[in-house]
Nanobody
């Protein structure tokens, strides 16, 4: 069974920074990637940042230039460095392992919920103005 563990959330003021960490363990298919999804109360889930199969990265327009996804050279770890945080970034952030070997753009594939997708419990990020 795949287990996803996130850490690093917290409360910061607008303009502050946080770094989230994610570690995946267990068996996963070869063509899988890690990414980050956030969900705020009353809002749709949003794919925030992700690796693609070739280790390129993709970002939602809402976080481009402020968030950076990185890893440690393995496919089992992902970090999300968040800078210039805004109150609208407040959400539960989930690390997701998903199948990225198809033709669907990674930010879309990240949101597909099927037997090839694993979600962590999430870590809360709260940004106050």
């Amino acid at each position: 069974e795949v287990q996803m563990v996130e850490s690093g959330g917290g409360s910061v003021q607008s303009g502050g920074s946080l770094r989230l960490s994610c570690t995946a363990s267990g068996y996963m298919y070869s063509s899988y990637c890690l990414g980050w999804v956030r969900q705020a109360p009353g809002k749709k889930r949003e794919g925030v940042a992700t690796f693609d199969e070739d280790r390129s990265t993709s970002y939602a327009d809402s976080v481009k230039g402020r968030f950076t996804i990185s890893g440690d050279g393995t496919r089992n770890t992902a970090y999300l460095q968040m800078r210039s945080l805004k109150p609208e970034d407040t959400a539960m952030y989930h690390c997701v392992a998903f199948y990225c070997g198809g033709s669907m753009p990674a930010l879309q594939a990240l949101l597909v919920e099927d037997e090839y997708t694993w979600w962590g419990q999430g870590t809360q990020v709260t940004v106050s103005s």
